[in-house]
């Protein structure tokens, strides 16, 4: 399986994922109802699509993303020729940078300066907004799924090469599993994650705890300013979290 994060106004190829699934984990896959928010595509014009996309934006001076050519391995034999679809990259003529979620204001000001020198002042468009203002954010809630499945690759394969790492439970969810009886009362609730696994869309990211053995949900941890996946691992929280509350009143509701 591969998956390409494409962005086909400017920036080409800004993820790349492949991976070798067993059929549980492709049922996890199916289980978390992605089709639903995904086009079907000929292998073809997939491939067409992908190679178009990072050959625009390598010609702007971006290259792809570095598990790139690892995804396309899955491509590998289809004959784009066989694509009969023409796609256009750019907008009106142009390249168009739209800041992301996870870009900083540091790396946007290095991608539109890299415009200016390729394309001079004139020749590109850009938008560049605040990290996320409210109606995006309600955008987003409207997505079937409580988790991108993209994100979840991703992230995952982030925090397992940084295993284990440490962090700190959530008060109130720690004061919880003392009066249960899961830790021992007075603990401190700095634990070490000696383990990650997937429990599906409604389950999210676990994180499996050492020495005592609780299993618990990423959105219940806290990290350090220094954590190198700091800014994406609570980007997955608030979403998660909002979302998770958001479902769970429509079902109130419902």
Not at 76 to 81: A, F, L, R, T
Not at 169 to 193: A, C, D, I, Q, T
């Amino acid at each position: 399986m591969a998956m390409f994060l494409l962005d086909v106004f400017c920036l080409g190829v800004k993820n790349a994922m492949s991976s070798h699934l067993s059929r549980r984990e492709y049922k996890m896959m199916l289980d978390m109802n992605i089709a639903e928010s995904m086009t079907p595509i000929e292998a073809c014009c997939l491939k067409k699509l992908v190679l178009g996309a990072a050959a625009y934006a390598e010609s702007l001076g971006f290259s792809p993303h570095e598990d790139y050519a690892a995804a396309l391995m899955v491509l590998e034999g289809i004959d784009v020729q066989d694509c009969e679809a023409e796609y256009t990259f750019g907008r009106n003529g142009k390249p168009f940078y739209v800041r992301g979620p996870n870009e900083s204001q540091a790396e946007s000001q290095r991608i539109i300066e890299q415009l200016r020198q390729r394309c001079g002042e004139d020749g590109f468009d850009f938008l560049i907004g605040t990290d996320m203002d409210e109606e995006d954010e309600e955008d987003e809630e409207n997505i079937a799924t409580i988790d991108d499945p993209f994100e979840v690759e991703q992230l995952m394969s982030d925090l397992e090469r940084a295993l284990p790492f440490e962090g700190t439970f959530e008060e109130r969810g720690w004061k919880r599993l003392m009066k249960e009886g899961h830790v021992p009362p007075g603990s401190s609730p700095s634990v070490v994650v000696e383990k990650l696994s997937y429990s599906g869309d409604y389950g999210g990211i676990l994180c499996h705890l050492a020495d005592n053995g609780v299993i618990c949900s990423l959105t219940h941890l806290r990290f350090p300013l220094n954590f190198p996946f700091l800014r994406n691992v609570t980007a997955y929280q608030k979403r998660r979290v909002k979302k998770l509350k958001r479902q769970e009143k429509e079902w109130r509701d419902g």
